[in-house]
């Protein structure tokens, strides 16, 4: 589905991302794990087009994306849930979702807009029950899942996440695993970026170890998981057996 | 029937991408956490960044079984020994012995591939496999067992040796599948007629066979007295042992495990890559190993890579049986030679037995070779005039194989020394 060949991207002069390979499979939930700084947010936003390429090739399905428009590559079916959430503050929960359902009035699918508004609610009750509250006045968590309904508005074939766990209680981050993993099973496509790589690493099918802008492991979450170095670095401590 | 359909069959442009993403993060590894890569890669001016294809695999420079032994005993890890979870080592008898570590995912990955080559030989997890490879710190047997063990099937960890127990054991525990060297399978077919046992009372279905060069001619032989389907398997401890390449039931050409090893063919002497279909020196990169990656590294095994996708499915390449060693290539006369030739000769002979003997010795500035060959005893008993056909069929026969001429010494049966590990069929008297 997605296919990313020696990318190499940054900001201005400066490159973060050296000669990155990766690939995403139909049904997958791929993996990017990484400390602070290793480049996981550039990639993501090079693929969805906020960033251009300095180098590289960016294939989704077949057609390639790396000089293409950022609503194009939306239209096309890949969407992203930034960082931070990047919720509309000032605007209620149900007008946030309608904004995320854009392309799908620009397909001319607009009748499809109330079923997947439906469709969202039902897979978090929680923001149904927030429908005219602000975006603003709701918690981390549920701006996280206000976040990850607003792209699945758009009826993306992949679905890109960014640190979907940052600055959620423990119990919240299980919850939003639990809905990545409600997602996929759905039909959907996962990239998810992590800097939680234990939480990632068990959901996903497959991870890439990104290190200063390389990626210098990729493998079977599982083989990831029983990896030492990975446990040492990004696991928090070293396990024993397996 | 597949052990990993998706990868075995894997779509050839998916399998490109997955090589080039391993590739990738295998050099940054080895430039990271490997001094002697970091130095190679500085000598030529090859920064691991600037890799954009599997291609761009030619500018670094060849890894030698002499650059493991300068490094001997972990010098080439990439990782800390505590992550090491078994170490194994080459018999070293030219030299100092290499030594080879695994991480736990790499025993994993090892017993995942081996499953792969018992299952494309037949063997599934109702089958009683005995493993006659030595084991130790040689590869072959503990590769075998640990994937053996994971299809399901029940091992008989009786190593080499004792051959009538190993026949013994063969009927009492009704084995189905042999693995070890086919000269010990030899052996033990030989042993066994011996003993007058009707090979009707065993059980055995399978032969997996390896760790040396054997030819078509002996693979029909054994197939013939064992009465069993017999595959060809691949591998070399430095790259991880048995589980690199294997036969399938086709049994045309070893299917190479193309998403963990990268292979190149190389002309040994110009070092340059060989024409397409063209035999040549295997060189093999590692793309998942994780305590020992190896680059580019000269197995001096060779072979041809045969392109055409195989009938049974796998879309992974083949390499067609390995015929020789470069360092077991005979120069006799000034003509490459190599052992296997002459095997095939006699095993097309009638009345030839498939022990044999290469002797090469030097009588002032000339090479000469004898080729000491077992016969059935009816041959050796006969009259003189039957003996000297025969002799003189042999004769013609491996000269118009090898291009030269060499002398026939027929030797009554048994004379020969047998083998229960790997095969020393040639000695070299002469001095260089």
Not at chain 2, 201 to 206: D, G, M, N, P, V
Not at chain 2, 231 to 255: F, I, K, Q
């Given at each position: 589905m997605?296919?990313?060949?020696?990318?190499?991207?940054?900001?201005?002069?400066l490159?973060?991302?050296?000669?990155?390979?990766?690939?995403?499979?139909?049904?997958?939930?791929?993996?990017?794990?990484?400390a602070?700084?290793?480049?996981?947010?550039?990639?993501?936003?090079?693929?969805t087009?906020l960033l251009?390429?300095?180098?590289?090739?960016i294939?989704f399905?077949?057609?390639?994306?790396g000089?293409m428009?950022?609503?194009?590559?939306?239209?096309?079916?890949?969407?992203?849930?930034?960082?931070?959430?990047?919720?509309?503050?000032?605007?209620?929960?149900?007008e946030?979702?309608?904004?995320?359902?854009?392309?799908?009035?620009?397909?001319?699918?607009?009748?499809?807009?109330?079923?997947?508004?439906?469709?969202?609610?039902?897979l978090?009750?929680?923001?149904?029950?927030?429908?005219?509250?602000?975006?603003?006045?709701?918690?981390?968590?549920?701006?996280q899942?206000?976040a990850?309904?607003?792209?699945?508005?758009?009826?993306p074939?992949?679905?890109?996440?960014?640190?979907?766990s940052?600055?959620?209680a423990?119990?919240?981050?299980?919850?939003?695993?639990?809905?990545?993993?409600?997602i996929?099973e759905?039909?959907?496509?996962v990239?998810?970026v992590?800097?939680?790589?234990?939480?990632?690493?068990?959901?996903?099918?497959?991870?890439?170890v990104l290190?200063?802008?390389?990626i210098i492991?990729?493998?079977?979450?599982?083989?990831?998981?029983a990896n030492?170095?990975?446990?040492?670095?990004?696991?928090?401590r070293?396990?024993?057996?397996? | 029937?597949?052990w990993q359909p998706?990868?075995?069959?894997?779509?050839r442009?998916?399998?490109?991408?997955?090589?080039l993403?391993r590739?990738e993060?295998?050099?940054?590894?080895?430039?990271m956490?490997?001094p002697f890569?970091?130095?190679?890669f500085?000598e030529?001016?090859?920064?691991?960044?600037?890799?954009?294809?599997?291609?761009?695999?030619?500018?670094?420079?060849?890894?030698?079984?002499?650059?493991l032994?300068?490094?001997?005993?972990?010098?080439?890890?990439?990782?800390?020994?505590?992550?090491?979870?078994?170490?194994?080592a080459?018999?070293?008898?030219?030299g100092?012995?290499?030594?080879?570590?695994y991480?736990?995912?790499?025993i994993?990955?090892?017993?995942?591939?081996?499953?792969?080559?018992?299952t494309?030989?037949?063997?599934?997890?109702?089958d009683?496999?005995?493993?006659?490879?030595?084991?130790?710190?040689?590869?072959?047997?503990?590769?075998?067992?640990?994937?053996?063990?994971?299809?399901?099937?029940?091992?008989i960890?009786?190593s080499s040796?004792?051959?009538?127990r190993?026949?013994?054991?063969?009927?009492?525990?009704?084995?189905?599948?042999?693995?070890?060297?086919?000269?010990y399978?030899?052996l033990?077919a030989?042993?066994?007629m011996?003993?007058?046992?009707?090979?009707?009372?065993?059980?055995?279905?399978?032969?997996?066979?390896g760790?040396?060069?054997?030819?078509?001619?002996m693979?029909?032989?054994?197939?013939?007295?064992?009465?069993?389907?017999?595959?060809?398997?691949?591998?070399?401890?430095?790259?991880m042992?048995?589980?690199?390449?294997?036969e399938?039931?086709?049994?045309?050409?070893?299917?190479?495990?193309e998403d963990?090893f990268?292979?190149e063919?190389i002309?040994p002497q110009?070092l340059?890559?060989?024409?397409?279909?063209?035999?040549?020196?295997?060189?093999?990169?590692?793309?998942?190993?994780?305590?020992f990656?190896v680059?580019?590294?000269?197995t001096r095994?060779?072979t041809?890579?045969?392109?055409?996708p195989?009938?049974?499915?796998?879309?992974?390449?083949?390499?067609?049986?390995?015929f020789?060693?470069?360092d077991d290539m005979?120069?006799?006369?000034?003509?490459?030679?190599?052992?296997?030739?002459?095997e095939?000769?006699?095993?097309?002979?009638e009345g030839?037995?498939?022990?044999?003997?290469?002797v090469?010795d030097?009588?002032?500035?000339?090479?000469?070779?004898?080729?000491?060959?077992?016969?059935?005893?009816?041959?050796?008993?006969?009259?003189?005039?039957?003996?000297?056909?025969?002799?003189?069929?042999i004769?013609?026969?491996?000269?118009?194989e090898l291009?030269?001429?060499?002398?026939?010494?027929?030797?009554e049966?048994?004379?020969?020394e047998?083998?229960?590990g790997?095969?020393?069929?040639?000695?070299?008297?002469?001095?260089?």
């Amino acid at each position: 589905m997605l296919r990313i060949r020696n990318l190499d991207a940054g900001y201005g002069t400066l490159t973060v991302l050296r000669r990155v390979s990766i690939h995403v499979k139909p049904g997958e939930i791929v993996t990017i794990i990484g400390a602070n700084g290793a480049g996981k947010t550039t990639l993501l936003k090079t693929v969805t087009g906020l960033l251009r390429a300095q180098a590289g090739e960016i294939l989704f399905n077949g057609q390639d994306i790396g000089r293409m428009p950022i609503e194009r590559i939306v239209m096309n079916g890949c969407s992203l849930v930034p960082e931070g959430r990047q919720v509309f503050p000032a605007m209620p929960v149900r007008e946030n979702l309608l904004l995320g359902a854009y392309v799908q009035f620009k397909r001319g699918n607009k009748h499809d807009v109330e079923k997947d508004l439906d469709h969202a609610y039902t897979l978090f009750p929680v923001l149904r029950q927030r429908e005219h509250q602000l975006a603003g006045t709701l918690s981390g968590g549920e701006q996280q899942m206000l976040a990850m309904a607003r792209a699945l508005m758009a009826r993306p074939k992949l679905i890109m996440l960014d640190e979907p766990s940052m600055g959620l209680a423990p119990l919240m981050v299980k919850e939003i695993f639990n809905i990545i993993v409600r997602i996929r099973e759905q039909g959907n496509t996962v990239l998810l970026v992590e800097q939680n790589a234990r939480s990632a690493l068990k959901i996903a099918n497959r991870g890439y170890v990104l290190e200063t802008g390389r990626i210098i492991l990729e493998g079977d979450s599982e083989d990831l998981l029983a990896n030492r170095d990975v446990q040492r670095a990004y696991l928090g401590r070293e396990q024993e057996g397996n | 029937m597949y052990w990993q359909p998706e990868s075995e069959c894997m779509d050839r442009e998916e399998l490109e991408q997955l090589q080039l993403e391993r590739l990738e993060s295998t050099l940054s590894r080895v430039y990271m956490n490997v001094p002697f890569y970091r130095k190679r890669f500085d000598e030529v001016k090859f920064n691991p960044d600037d890799l954009r294809s599997l291609d761009d695999l030619k500018k670094l420079p060849f890894t030698t079984k002499n650059d493991l032994r300068d490094n001997y005993p972990y010098g080439l890890f990439a990782v800390p020994l505590r992550d090491v979870v078994r170490v194994h080592a080459s018999s070293g008898t030219t030299g100092m012995a290499t030594v080879v570590g695994y991480s736990r995912n790499d025993i994993k990955t090892w017993s995942n591939l081996v499953a792969r080559i018992l299952t494309a030989g037949g063997i599934t997890k109702d089958d009683v496999i005995q493993i006659s490879f030595n084991y130790g710190l040689f590869t072959g047997a503990f590769g075998l067992h640990y994937g053996a063990e994971r299809v399901g099937a029940s091992v008989i960890p009786i190593s080499s040796g004792n051959t009538k127990r190993q026949i013994q054991i063969m009927q009492d525990f009704k084995t189905t599948a042999l693995v070890g060297t086919p000269s010990y399978a030899m052996l033990i077919a030989d042993t066994m007629m011996e003993m007058g046992i009707n090979r009707n009372s065993l059980s055995l279905k399978y032969g997996l066979f390896g760790a040396e060069p054997w030819s078509e001619a002996m693979r029909k032989e054994l197939e013939n007295k064992l009465k069993i389907v017999a595959t060809d398997n691949y591998g070399l401890s430095e790259v991880m042992g048995p589980g690199v390449a294997g036969e399938c039931m086709e049994r045309h050409g070893l299917h190479i495990a193309e998403d963990h090893f990268l292979v190149e063919l190389i002309n040994p002497q110009t070092l340059e890559p060989v024409e397409p279909g063209e035999a040549g020196e295997l060189v093999i990169t590692t793309l998942t190993k994780e305590a020992f990656p190896v680059i580019r590294y000269r197995t001096r095994d060779l072979t041809r890579l045969i392109p055409e996708p195989c009938a049974c499915g796998r879309t992974m390449r083949r390499m067609a049986r390995v015929f020789g060693r470069t360092d077991d290539m005979l120069i006799i006369r000034g003509v490459n030679v190599f052992p296997q030739q002459i095997e095939t000769v006699l095993f097309e002979i009638e009345g030839v037995a498939p022990h044999y003997q290469i002797v090469i010795d030097r009588k002032g500035a000339l090479d000469e070779t004898t080729v000491n060959v077992e016969v059935s005893e009816s041959i050796f008993f006969d009259e003189m005039k039957k003996q000297s056909e025969l002799k003189e069929t042999i004769k013609k026969r491996l000269a118009g194989e090898l291009g030269i001429s060499v002398e026939v010494k027929l030797v009554e049966k048994k004379t020969l020394e047998r083998f229960e590990g790997k095969a020393k069929r040639v000695i070299d008297n002469r001095k260089f």
